[in-house]
């Protein structure tokens, strides 16, 4: 016979597990869900920022413009010349009063590609273009100044293959430019035809190239990129030489072409078409072949497998490979410089 204590405790448990209980349960069991998955997305942005801070680390490591960095690019290089071949011409080059046989007319642009000013105002400072094979340099034109208060002039020299120039306060960003005549160089002449120097402090000497700044800044992140990619493509390689997987399938058009000569009907050829950019294993192929030709997998399984095996070419051919290591090596130093020179330059 059931107590009256007895019923009060059935009830006391039955409240236990009522509805609003239940409801509680599985909103704890959502909460944990979702604490979880923060849990697990935190760690994977934080993955993703200790990887963008080592990346950015190794920029900043790289990058090649200091503080204080000076550009000399040349640009817009013409040859002025008169054939050697027809003697006499009517024409004549000359060059105050001195008869020239040939010319090189070109652009020198003075650019502050740093981040912090070189000189003061009212403070000059000078830098010389020098050609140093010590063929005559003549300035032609006047000097094209940005912003136009930048304070530059030419100034005279007694060296006739150098070109100076006095400046005051240059900026970041500032740049002047001018235009020059390389006088009598040897047909063969493939110099740079003037070079920078200058006595700036924090600075050794002026970069001079014919490159832009990005490209500058590209190259040097390529030439750290290029070795370690064509390292991995040549391991690659050299891997699949000694160790070549000897089991490898694929059904290529080719293929299907000599299984056709070979008498297979083109009701088995549909089965094995589609799979022309599918690698498969010995053991897996077969399998896969067992499955879409039923009965009729062992008349034709010897010439299937003869055309559809490709050797042990898990990798790409060698030349490709290292092509493709320099072209990849190429996009992410552009990519690079971009960033690089986009926040740094600043």
């Known amino acids: 016979m059931t107590t009256t204590n007895e019923i009060l405790t059935t009830n006391v448990d039955l409240r236990c597990c009522a509805p609003s209980n239940i409801g ?14 923060f849990e697990q997305w935190q760690k994977i942005a934080t993955a993703i920022a200790a990887a963008i801070g080592v990346i950015w680390a190794g920029i900043r490591f790289l990058y090649p413009i200091g503080p204080t960095d000076l550009t000399v690019q040349i640009s817009d290089e013409v040859a002025i010349g008169l054939p050697s071949s027809v003697d006499p011409l009517p024409l004549v080059l000359e060059f105050q009063g001195r008869k020239i046989q040939r010319a090189v007319a070109f652009r020198a642009k003075l ?5 912090t000013p ?8 000078t830098i ?8 005559t340099v003549i300035p032609v034109g006047t000097v094209l100044r940005s912003p136009g208060n930048v304070a530059a002039k030419i100034i005279p020299t007694t060296k006739e293959n150098v070109v100076s120039l006095e400046l005051e306060l240059f900026n970041p960003g500032d740049s002047i430019q001018l235009a020059l005549m390389l006088l009598d160089p040897p047909n063969d002449y493939r110099e740079l035809p003037v070079f920078g120097e ?3 402090s924090g600075l050794s000497e002026p970069i001079t190239t014919r490159q832009e700044v990005r490209e500058r800044i590209r190259d040097r992140f390529f030439a750290y990129l290029a070795v370690p990619l064509l390292i991995l493509a040549s391991a690659l390689i050299v ?16 293929a299907l072409s000599a299984m056709k000569e070979e008498g297979v009907p083109d009701a ?13 294993s010995e053991e897996g192929y077969q399998s896969e072949l ?3 030709l039923g009965s009729e997998y062992s008349q034709y399984q010897k010439s299937i497998l003869k055309h559809a095996h490709i050797g042990g070419s898990v990798f790409l051919i060698a030349p490709f490979m290292l092509f493709a290591a320099l072209t990849l090596a190429m996009f992410i130093a552009n990519a690079l410089a971009w960033i690089a020179f986009g926040v740094l330059s600043k």
Do not use: C, H
């Open 24 to 37: 509680s349960m599985g909103a704890t069991t959502v909460v944990d869900r979702a604490a979880s998955r």
């Open 290 to 292: 067992r499955q879409r």
């Open 111 to 115: 650019l502050n590609t740093g981040t």
């Open 198 to 200: 200058a006595r700036v």
């Open 239 to 254: 891997y699949e030489r000694l160790w070549p997987a000897k089991n490898l399938y694929r059904p290529t058009a080719r």
């Open 118 to 125: 070189i000189g003061q105002v009212g403070k000059a400072w």
């Open 128 to 135: 010389e273009l020098r050609n140093r094979s010590n063929l």
């Open 268 to 280: 088995v050829l549909e089965k094995l078409a589609g799979d022309e950019n599918r690698g498969f």
